[in-house]
């Protein structure tokens, strides 16, 4: 995370600047990458997504939680989602494992995890685990490994995250080398949490080189895996669409991941040259956390955050 984008985040976060919160423009700017506060508010505009053919992950905000009913909050609320996107085709629903009680207690968050699968497995609805800081990177492996490996839940799908040394070897032991009943849909974005200097790669460039070279390794492993490649990076994604191209890969067999309202006539693109794209909808109250990482990842966020306080009406 750049020193910059740091800054960013820790002045809009300050409890004074988060009131502006409150202010209906900013609100306003903010749901350009928000889908809703509540799943019933969101279903029209999902609807004219898939309908335009796009894909659809939802995730409903909240994360690290330490308190057992913001943990239930959050397990109902997810649950709802699925009660409500059950009949439509090509949307996914996306889980954190800390706003499931995993900075609680690992059995706790099984416990929570299970009773969603044991639901979204009823429909079919697709289960996707969230990568977080690497600290919960061996407890989340290990309740994919349980429930996908063990207890045969086929719709859990999970992600890696290209800035961390350790992902090749962790793709390797839990994807590459399972014979599989049903391929897992995996996920890999280049990843976005503060970690320490010694688990990741330096700078943009030998990140960068990482993904390139994770997504040919899943590629190469198409029998394996249905991968995901969750990047605006309009470099990469040429690469990586020229790599399938060469390999003979047909497009229904991967597809490409990106953040609502990011890069729009990008991702119109992309579907019209018939790949796949699946959109991340998060949905919630927690909205103004998200909305200040949008912020500080892009300096035209930062001006028009500056005329929507401007413009308070």
């Known amino acids: 995370m750049s ?6 985040i820790s002045i809009l976060n300050n409890p004074v600047a988060k009131g502006i919160s409150r202010i209906p423009s900013v609100k306003k700017l903010a749901f350009r990458y928000v889908g809703a506060e509540k799943i019933e508010d969101f279903i029209p505009k999902m609807e004219e997504i898939l309908n335009s053919g796009y894909k659809i992950t939802i995730s409903f905000l909240g994360e690290h939680y330490t308190d057992k009913h913001k943990v239930e909050g959050y397990l109902r609320n997810v649950i709802n989602i699925i ?3 059950n009949n439509y085709q090509n949307i996914s629903v996306s889980i954190k494992l800390t706003a499931l009680g995993l900075s609680i207690d690992y059995e706790y968050c099984k416990e929570n995890v299970s009773k969603i699968l044991n639901f979204s497995s009823q429909f079919n609805i697709r289960i996707h685990i969230d990568m977080e800081e690497s600290v919960y990177l061996d407890d989340s492996l290990k309740i994919f490994d349980y429930f996908r490996k063990e ?8 992600t890696f995250q290209a ?19 049903s391929k897992p849909l995996v996920r890999l974005c280049k990843g976005a949490y503060k970690e320490q200097f010694d688990k990741i790669f330096p700078n943009k460039q030998k990140i960068d080189e990482n993904y390139y070279n994770l997504a040919v390794k899943m590629l190469d492993n198409i029998d394996k895996v249905y991968p995901a490649f969750a990047t605006h990076d309009a470099k990469l994604i040429e690469k990586i669409k020229s790599y399938a191209t060469f390999k003979g890969i047909s497009k229904d067999n991967f597809e490409f991941q990106m953040l609502f309202g990011v890069l729009p006539d990008v991702q119109k693109k992309i579907i019209e040259q018939g790949y796949n794209l699946r959109v991340y909808i998060p949905i919630g109250s927690e909205w ?7 912020v500080a990842e892009k300096p035209s966020n930062l001006f028009l955050l500056t005329c929507s306080l401007i413009n308070k009406s």
């Open 83 to 85: 009660e409500k996107v």
């Open 151 to 158: 207890l045969k839940y086929n719709n859990l799908d999970i």
């Open 3 to 8: 020193l910059i984008k740091s800054a960013v």
């Open 163 to 181: 800035y961390l040394y350790r992902t090749l070897k962790d793709m390797e032991d839990r994807i590459f080398s399972y014979e599989w009943e």
């Open 288 to 294: 103004y956390e998200y909305f200040v990482r949008r």
